[in-house]
């Protein structure tokens, strides 16, 4: 496979996010060198990139590994996608008007099909990388008119992390019942123009991801 740099950079975020390499396995670089077709110094700065973002991290000594899974890692970035995407969210129901409400309902309309096919499949793996992009394309055009660059940004590079987590724990697809329904009263609360009701949609959405508080206490206690 030769690439150039962009293309390396997305192809391999995409492999990191859909957990291709096991958590805490070491990225070699002239193994990736050579599966690209690149120079060492090409890779060795798209890994400082990923690993600027989260998706991987470096040591000394050690190199660069894919980050390991941690459960209190995940109750923080759903935390923080809830704040997000709750504000970005609200935002975009202000400013968007109904060109923000079109592209919503088209990407939902995409993902709740690919959603459906999952629920249906018998190997629904099959079927993940076209539903990552279809879900992160959702959420992110659901802050899209938001008029925050940061506030995207920052959504961005916590969403990435929070589905390389989640993605690792869970690859059987059993929430998808649950994401079909939570997707479609977030999309009618946007369209009704009930900000409370998107709020509380995009809890619902995100609230398994979390720590129940009586173990959180127990954790610091």
Not at 55 to 72: C, K, N
Request: charged share 25%.
């Amino acid at each position: 496979m030769k690439l150039d740099t962009p293309d390396i950079y997305d192809d391999l975020r995409d492999r990191l996010i859909a957990s291709e390499f096991s958590a805490g396995e070491k990225l070699k670089p002239a193994n990736l060198q050579e599966r690209y077709g690149c120079s060492a110094n090409t890779i060795r700065d798209i890994l400082f990139r990923l690993a600027s973002e989260g998706l991987a991290t470096f040591q000394d000594q050690r190199g660069f590994r894919v980050p390991q899974l941690s459960r209190q890692k995940q109750h923080d970035l759903t935390q923080m996608r809830i704040l997000l995407e709750g504000e970005g969210a609200t935002l975009s129901m202000r400013l968007g008007g109904i060109a923000w409400e079109s592209r919503l309902t088209a990407v939902h309309h995409k993902l709740l099909h690919i959603e459906r096919r999952i629920r249906s499949n018998e190997e629904p793996e099959a079927l993940l990388d076209l539903w990552l992009k279809a879900e992160e394309e959702f959420h992110q055009t659901l802050i899209s008119a938001c008029d925050s660059d940061m506030l995207k940004h920052m959504h961005a590079l916590i969403y990435a992390q929070f589905r390389q987590q989640l993605i690792t724990m869970d690859r059987t697809f059993k929430f998808i019942g649950e994401n079909i329904a939570q997707h479609q009263a977030i999309v009618d609360a946007a369209l009704e123009g009930n900000e409370a009701a998107v709020k509380d949609g995009i809890y619902n959405h995100l609230s398994r991801n979390l720590i129940p508080e009586k173990n959180l206490a127990a954790q610091t206690a």
